[in-house]
């Protein structure tokens, strides 16, 4: 098979080209309901893949031959055809709007297009320009809140925080439940790797803290983004589509003059909520400095037994701190942005520059992107075209510790006693000690110098070749390559700390080098048939390497004056370390789509995918798809109510498809580290893992079924899918018995199930020449179910935050899993005789509860299911206004039904700053009431739902204000203002687990800011 796709590709490589009586066609595109011209437009030789897009005055330059068709197309337009013929040589058209335009053009692939009505599933199309109205900085935060069925998170407030994106719940343990992301036809590697936080461990559910690399893309580039949810939607990326795809399309030239856009804006990054601290002037008497209110102290007539420990009642005066204001502090951030577009008829060309400082709510953190963008499209003839992408971006930050540490900035504020001035300093100017387990905050703002740096490549080149009428090729040659480079600076207390926090200094440098191609030639013909047949074939190939290298060094007692590696006299324990990846990942497809009238469509594909990451007995698969499309309101029978109910379809799909990059590239093989013991060279199992040669890629089956309709001339429309995922041979971790000389291995031994709803709906309230309303509605909810294990349950991930994350049979994955309160039989908290809260206890065979004969619980201490991290819904809504000049945009975003296990909110209470010791001072709760509920589990789980007012934008175009400009807009914003949630810490959204697939747990995340700006755009 791969020895014929290379003579078809040296046939079409270097064929002769076949030329035609050709013609320039010129015209302006604008829209029929206010007569203001539409730039962005599609416009695309039917039959081919030769396309232009009009530029911002609506004005568009295409070369095509006589008897070619134009197909005309616009996200929320209707789609338009027109003949060429010999006397067309200007075309200016007035498009409708279409609110569900079933013939919409979408974007399937980087070459591949098709329209609306053709697909059996569901797609989501975003305009560039609604992406960037709130100023987002960057991809995934532009993302939020505009897709159907997508759990978009910023896992963390900090100014490259990293992000998760999940469509259609999670889909994998070990492996990312994020998308596949491409862009202009490069696939996009969005990892998370730890360059900065070397000390922190990953767990067992691949916990991914920092920066992923979506950070890296500038939404101003963008000119659409179309979202296929689900494995089956995308036969052309297989396995890699596993998890849906985000097809990112930017900006492009367009024949004319030089069209320039220059935009600026200012961003004021702001604590969105503050937390409630303890501020009350005394403090119990204790004779250890930490954890005042549950230390025990010897039994005395001043001391009262709770539990076992004798607590003190006497309290002594103090000052109590609000450490946030030291901590916190207003972050500025500006964006500046300038591009170009132009070109004649042979040759397009559009280039940008970009420049980002953002600075965060912690001080002396900050994130900065510089990066500068070419695409350059030449057609030799009208059969062969090429084009040049090339993106160059540098990125750096400067960091604090986000969370997972115990000297991390957020951190400092929950385990630290507010009862010290951490201001204050000696004679030397050096800070003092707070409590002698902890580390001043102002040590870690100050002095930790923690820094990140990334140079990035993202280049592509591709071959378009229409040797005659409905056939085209292309050939895609894509290039992602980026170094990544962390230091992390530590210096000596000047005062006396625990050990385990680095008391010496502590200095790492680590370098990750990651080089990913892909090679991807996609074939298409249209055969129409007779006058109500079409059948469109596509088949193609995908090649895609992966190599990374990374490295680090880690140690600690400084030597003084240096800041660099050179520093360390101690060499962390395992470091230096370095490891590299390397995998190939290669597949062929075939895909055919039989249209009847226009109307009905269906589609088979099949495509075989491998993948070497597992051995040559697992590693390829075949993946199979069936689809079908129904455009019910082109019947006959639907003519009398075509006012009413204008389009009506009904859609369908099934496919399979799997993770071929679920686990590491040598995770099959038992790995081995080297030492020394009595001068002789001694070799242990890394990790105490063992190896599994007969590891197996995860399998996905799905099926969806949906409907789009529109009502009231399009004017108010409606979508909605409901899907089935099976998902076989999960891979999961397995703990070994140590007879078995390893302690955990890897093994193919899960099955889940995620099935749900999406429903998308749009009204055009007001649709008049000068004034437009629209409102829309997001909603999706889906259930996921482990349905297959080897034991009822086990514990998936060890944590720092101490979160019980488990898998259980028939449960949600992830669940939390632990201690939980004693109740009554009206669910009210059942006390001890003094009057405490206490852990239920019962028989652990059963998991029920028992009574003494005075009615307190007795037997073993019991657990069960405390909370769910998975939503119940998600759902955003919002509102669009246009009146003359004057653009409100307003977006809401939210989650419902979520549990967060917030290890924050238990600790300031064990060490005195929480709310709750202020009640026990104050006399309103028992003294010992703290201790009574501490080391119950499900005390620590609380309700992470929340809605957000995610976007506010409101904009006045001047329009054309002399010959120089043509338009000057002005634009003031917001993002994350208001949150209505009953979270305990800062922001329920963050997670400490970073990108992990499952871990939703708070411990020491930066909270995510309020930021308002102000926009600036040029063009002319």
């Known amino acids: 098979m791969r020895k014929q796709l290379l003579i078809l590709f040296g046939i079409i490589l270097f064929a002769q080209p076949l030329f035609a009586q050709s013609k320039t066609i010129t015209g302006i595109i604008t829209s029929q309901s206010d007569g203001l011209s539409l730039p962005g ?25 006589e008897n070619e068709t134009l197909l005309f197309s616009f996200i929320g337009f209707s789609t338009k055809k027109i003949k060429i013929s010999s006397t067309t040589d200007v075309i200016n058209l007035k498009m409708t709007e279409e609110l569900n335009a079933l013939s919409e053009v979408v974007v399937l692939g980087s070459t591949v297009r098709a329209t609306r009505k053709e697909l059996g599933n569901a797609v989501t199309s975003l305009k560039g320009e609604d992406l960037v109205k709130a100023q987002p900085g960057g991809l995934s935060t532009a993302l939020q809140g505009k897709i159907a069925g997508a759990q978009v998170s910023q896992n963390s407030g900090d100014p490259a925080g990293g992000f998760s994106i999940k469509l259609r719940g999670t889909s994998s343990i070990l492996g990312s439940s994020d998308p596949l992301y491409v862009i202009d036809g490069v696939v996009l590697n969005n990892a998370t790797t730890n360059v900065t936080n070397l000390n922190v461990t990953t767990g067992n559910s691949n916990m991914q803290i920092g920066q992923n690399r979506s950070s890296d893309i500038n939404p101003n580039d963008i000119q659409s983004i179309e979202v296929l949810n689900g494995g089956a939607a995308a036969a052309i990326y297989g396995s890699r589509a596993a998890n849906g795809v985000v097809l990112i399309t930017t900006k492009k030239g367009v024949a004319g003059e030089t069209r320039y856009t220059f935009s600026t804006s200012v961003t004021s990054n702001q604590i969105r909520k503050k937390l409630n601290l303890n501020m009350s002037d005394k403090q119990f008497v204790s004779t250890s400095p930490a954890l005042f209110p549950i230390q025990g102290n010897p039994a005395s007539p001043t001391t009262v037994n709770v539990l076992g420990r004798n607590l003190e009642t006497r309290t002594f005066g103090v000052q109590r701190y609000d450490y946030q204001d030291d901590i916190f502090t207003t972050g500025i951030g500006t964006d500046t942005y300038f591009s170009m577009q132009g070109g004649d008829e042979k040759t397009k060309y559009f280039a940008s520059l970009g420049h980002l400082v953002n600075e965060g709510i912690i001080k002396n953190t900050d994130f900065k992107r510089t990066g500068a963008k070419v695409r350059l499209k030449h057609d030799f003839n009208s059969k062969l075209s090429a084009t040049v992408g090339l993106n160059y971006i540098s990125s750096s930050s400067n960091e604090k510790p986000d969370g997972n540490v115990f000297w991390s900035p957020i951190n400092s504020i929950n385990i630290t006693n507010n009862i010290y001035a951490i201001s204050q300093r000696d004679a030397n100017g050096n800070l003092l000690a707070v409590d002698p387990n902890r580390i001043n905050p102002l040590s870690i703002i100050e002095t930790f110098k923690i820094k990140q740096n990334t140079d990035r490549i993202i280049s592509d080149i591709q071959l378009n070749y229409v040797p005659f009428k409905n056939f085209n090729a292309d050939l895609i040659f894509g290039i992602d390559n980026y170094n990544q480079r962390g230091n992390v600076y530590i210096p000596r207390y000047p005062y006396i700390v625990n050990p385990a926090y680095y008391n010496d200094g502590y200095v790492s440098e680590a370098t990750n080098r990651v080089v990913q191609f892909n090679n991807d030639l996609n ?74 009238k226009d109307k009905l469509y269906v589609t088979i594909a099949g495509r075989q995918d491998a993948s070497t990451i597992f051995s040559s007995d697992n590693r390829s698969q075949f993946y199979p798809k069936a689809s079908f499309s129904y455009v019910l309101s082109d019947e006959k029978f639907m003519e009398s109510i075509h006012d009413i109910v204008s389009s009506v379809r009904i859609r369908g799909s099934w496919g399979k498809s799997g993770s071929l990059t679920a686990i590491k590239p040598y995770a099959r093989f038992t790995n081995y580290s080297t030492g020394t013991l009595l001068g002789n060279s001694t070799f242990t199992i890394e990790g105490f893992k063992q190896g599994n040669l007969d590891l197996k890629p995860e399998q996905s089956v799905t099926y969806e079924i949906g409907g789009d309709f529109g009502f009231i001339k399009d004017r108010l429309s409606l979508s909605f899918s409901y899907y089935n995922a099976d998902i076989d041979d999960l891979l999961l971790p397995v703990q070994l018995a140590a007879s078995e000389g390893a302690t955990n291995t890897i093994k193919n031994i899960g099955q889940m199930n995620n099935r749900g709803f999406e429903v998308n709906l749009k009204y055009d309230i007001i649709k008049k020449e000068n004034l437009h309303l629209d409102a829309f509605v997001n909603y999706s909810s889906n259930r996921n179910k482990v349905t297959g294990l080897p034991q009822t349950r086990f514990k998936l991930d060890s944590n720092l935050a101490g979160a019980p994350v488990f898998v259980e049979m028939d449960k949600p994955i992830g669940i939390f899993y632990g201690t939980y309160f004693a109740r009554n039989s009206d669910g009210s908290l059942l006390l001890t005789p003094n009057g405490y809260p206490q852990t239920e206890k019962g028989d652990v065979n059963t998991g029920t509860a028992q009574r003494d004969a005075s009615g307190q619980p007795t037997g073993a201490i019991l657990n069960k299911q405390i909370g769910n991290p998975n939503p119940d819904y998600i759902i955003s809504f919002g509102a669009n206004l246009n009146y003359k000049k004057f653009g409100l945009s307003i977006l809401f975003d939210g989650v419902q039904g979520v549990d967060v296990f917030d290890a924050d909110y238990r600790t300031r209470q064990g060490v005195g700053s929480g709310t709750i010791v202020a009640q026990e001072l104050n006399g309103e709760l028992p003294r010992g009431y703290i201790w009574s509920i501490y080391n119950i589990e499900e005390f620590r789980v609380v309700d992470g739902s929340y809605l957000k007012l995610r976007e506010v934008s409101l904009n006045y175009s001047f329009g054309k204000i002399n010959e120089f400009f043509d338009d000057l807009t002005i634009t003031a914003s917001g993002r994350n203002l208001i949150s209505w949630d009953n979270f305990t810490s800062f922001d329920p959204e963050t997670n400490s687990g970073g990108q992990s697939s499952v871990a939703k747990y708070n411990f020491g995340t930066v909270p995510i800011p309020s930021s308002y700006s102000l926009a600036v755009k040029f063009q002319f």
Do not use: C, M
């Open 41 to 65: 437009v599609s416009v695309l030789v039917e039959g081919t893949a030769k396309s232009t897009v009009t530029d911002l005055d609506g004005k568009f330059s295409i070369l095509v031959n």
């Open 523 to 596: 074939l298409k013909y249209v055969w129409n048939i007779n006058q109500n047949w079409k059948a469109t074939t596509y088949g193609g190939y995908n090649i895609q390497t992966y190599r990374d290298n990374f490295v680090a060094v880690e140690g600690r007692n400084l030597k003084p004056f240096i800041e660099t590696i050179n520093a360390f006299n101690t060499l962390i324990p395992g470091s230096p370390s370095s490891s590299q990846s390397k995998y190939n990942l290669w597949g062929y497809y075939l895909q055919e789509t039989f249209g009847y």
